[in-house]
């Protein structure tokens, strides 16, 4: 099963927390603002968690079929 990261950067406050819990698939960048590296996975990983944390709710995992 593959999933899809959706991340509405736009509305990122840069906290920080999902690159702080997923470091293998989220950075953050020169802006201030978090991005996934990869937006489709074979594996949810730590990702879910990065989501869950999100304090502005922005970051969205489906899964793909």
Known sequence: ???KIK???EKC???GSC???CPKNWVMKKDG???PIKTELDEIGCNQQAADSCPVKIIKITKIK
Request: glycine residues 6%.
């Open 1 to 3: 099963m593959k999933f």
């Open 7 to 9: 991340h509405y950067r």
């Open 13 to 15: 406050i840069g906290c």
């Open 19 to 21: 690159s702080s819990i």
């Open 33 to 35: 603002k978090a991005a």
